[in-house]
T-cell receptor, first 114, second 114 residues
Framework: NAGVTQTPKFRVLKTGQSMTLLCAQDMNHEYMYWYRQDPGMGLRLIHYSVGEGTTAKGEVPDGYNVSRLKKQNFLLGLESAAPSQTSVYFC?????????????FGSGTQLSVL | SQQGEEDPQALSIQEGENATMNCSYKTSINNLQWYRQNSGRGLVHLILIRSNEREKHSGRLRVTLDTSKKSSSLLITASRAADTASYFCATPPDTLFGNEKLTFGTGTRLTIIP
């Protein structure tokens, strides 16, 4: 059982380039999330999805887009990367809308934008 | 903005000692969760305490919750080198769909000295 898998694990971009981060979960979870983690800032929610075909903005959505075409996959896109988007990105998922559910996290993607 | 804030930011103790870290939050919650993050890895769920609970145990972990003070503490007893990690508290708001926006604090960096 793989849980939550993120690809790639590392990536270096030049300013203005685009890329897509893939998150896949095999637990049939409804909710999926993208967070970014920066030193001293904790985790901040970028976008999330409450089910296939749905997306919603989190705390820091600017500069990112997401798609949830399949229940098991949640894609995070950067259309024109900026140095401020240098960060570690984490995907997470949880089972349903119940308020007492824990999150399962992927191992992260280290992104550097030069 | 961060809902939960951990204190202290960093803590170093000798192996075998107990480690206590605290979390304060701002708004009413229906549960509070603690997560561990080992260096370079994703977060792993440790324990969840509901708003109607005051104390919960799991192995060497003891969590308390004081809703009147909007604070929680995580106690790790008989610490081991493997407990070296960052610890985060996370709180969903007190809504039906609270897990839509689970927010994390900035974490406590715990170092266990062998």
């Amino acid at each position: 059982n793989a849980g939550v898998t993120q690809t790639p694990k590392f990536r270096v971009l030049k300013t203005g380039q685009s890329m897509t981060l893939l998150c896949a979960q095999d637990m049939n979870h409804e909710y999926m999330y993208w967070y970014r983690q920066d030193p001293g800032m904790g985790l901040r929610l970028i976008h999330y999805s409450v089910g296939e075909g749905t997306t919603a903005k989190g705390e820091v959505p600017d500069g990112y887009n997401v798609s949830r075409l399949k229940k098991q996959n949640f894609l995070l896109g950067l259309e024109s990367a900026a140095p401020s988007q240098t960060s570690v990105y984490f995907c997470a998922s949880t089972r349903r809308t119940a308020t007492n559910e824990k999150l399962f996290f992927g191992s992260g993607t280290q992104l550097s934008v030069l | 903005s961060q809902q939960g804030e951990e204190d202290p930011q960093a803590l170093s103790i000798q192996e075998g000692e107990n480690a206590t870290m605290n979390c304060s939050y701002k708004t009413s919650i229906n549960n509070l969760q603690w997560y561990r993050q080992n260096s370079g890895r994703g977060l792993v769920h440790l324990i969840l305490i509901r708003s109607n609970e005051r104390e919960k145990h799991s192995g060497r972990l003891r969590v308390t919750l004081d809703t009147s003070k909007k604070s929680s503490s995580l106690l790790i007893t008989a610490s081991r080198a493997a407990d070296t990690a960052s610890y985060f508290c996370a709180t969903p708001p007190d809504t039906l769909f609270g897990n839509e926006k689970l927010t994390f604090g900035t974490g406590t960096r715990l170092t266990i000295i062998p």
